[in-house]
């Protein structure tokens, strides 16, 4: 269905009051719907990545929506608790905001203390300790706010002497990916990475430090974490790299890393997973049940019932082009239930 239309007849849906329905049914009250979010912007980069990235009026309204259409709003270790015992409250929802920018802190987190309603970050740990912009994002965001037709930088890892068009997001991750090639993926060290990104921006005439010095695209530091920590933030397993190695040593090494760390900063346990980039593989399943993992999302598209193996749970990935009415059909049910029954 294309987009008009789908967004057409979900109108037609709320008003008739079919929505309501499907949310005041015993189908949606045995299910609970997490909620995915990234970065919530600092200033533009929702016109830069609008996958990645939303406003904070957007969120605001989103937030507004979830209390219009009476959802209940819990903390992930509840939610998944009661999703298994059989006792959610009606139209049950989870925040669950990936990565831990430091945008969680500067835009979201006002909103939900707003809103009182409870949140997880999954945190990778490597980046939140070693604080600079990530690399990748921070030079896809540099290309695309220079706007420069064309880039010649000879001194850039795996760009050479070539000269590379920018007009438009596939040309622009294209030079990323030429880029990113050249860095051996087993090794994260993160210096290597940011002299990269340092190189770019010199390239481009913008300033790296000053993106540093504003947080863009960086995530929270250690003690960002523990404050926040300190008021009721759930910080959750993401990799220490921010990785999913085939290796199962090093997976399972990857979630030990991470772990301590995150307990060392909150001071609470961290048993519930995030598959980055929303890789998994069935070879991880008994890790994590090994290392006493209870619950692990996914970025399948979808809304969670009793049936749904705890380690796979899925989830909506709500971005800027979800339309305010395609979200409250997430709410209420009737997106899921409508791929579930027709
Ligand atoms: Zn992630």
Redesign the pocket.
């Known amino acids: 269905m294309n987009v008009a239309l789908k967004s057409q007849s979900l109108n037609v849906s709320n008003r008739l009051g079919v929505s309501r329905l499907v949310g005041q049914s015993s189908w949606r009250r045995r299910r609970l719907l997490i909620l995915c979010y990234?970065g919530i912007s600092l200033a533009d980069e929702h016109e830069w990545n609008s996958a990645l990235y939303m406003s904070a009026s957007m969120l605001a309204a989103r937030l507004g929506a979830l209390r219009r259409c009476g959802c209940h709003v819990l903390p992930l270790g509840e939610a998944v608790e009661r999703l298994y015992r059989g006792d959610l409250p009606d139209r049950a929802v989870t925040l669950t905001f990936?990565?831990g920018y430091f945008d969680f802190l500067g835009r979201a987190w006002p909103l939900l203390q707003e809103f009182g309603y409870p949140a997880t970050v999954?945190l990778?740990t490597l980046r939140c300790e070693h604080n600079l912009p990530i690399m990748n994002v921070l030079v896809s965001y540099m290309l695309w706010q220079r706007r420069e037709p064309m880039l010649t930088a000879p001194e850039v890892p795996g760009l050479g002497a070539d000269t590379y068009p920018l007009a438009t997001p596939a040309q622009r991750t294209a030079v990323i990916k030429k880029i990113t090639d050249t860095i051996d993926p087993s090794d994260p060290e993160p210096d290597e990475r940011d002299a990269v990104a340092r190189a770019i921006a010199r390239r481009l005439g913008l300033d790296f430090d000053r993106f540093a010095a504003d947080r863009v695209l960086t995530l929270m530091n250690p003690k960002e974490v523990a404050d926040l920590a300190g008021h009721g933030v759930d910080f959750q397993l993401?990799t220490h790299r921010?990785r999913t190695p085939e290796n199962d040593e090093k997976f399972v090494e990857e979630i030990r890393e991470n772990r301590a760390r995150i307990e060392a900063m909150t001071g609470r346990p961290a048993v519930h997973f995030?598959y980055?980039?929303g890789v998994y593989r069935r070879s991880y399943l008994p890790l994590l049940h090994a290392e006493r993992v209870v619950s692990a999302t996914t970025t399948q598209p979808g809304i969670a019932d009793p049936s749904s193996d705890p380690l796979l749970l899925p989830r909506f990935v709500d971005t800027s082009t979800v339309s305010p009415a395609e979200f409250e059909a997430w709410l209420h049910g009737i997106m899921p239930w409508l791929k579930a029954t027709v």
């Open positions: 990234h990936d990565d999954y990778p993401h921010h995030c980055p980039s």
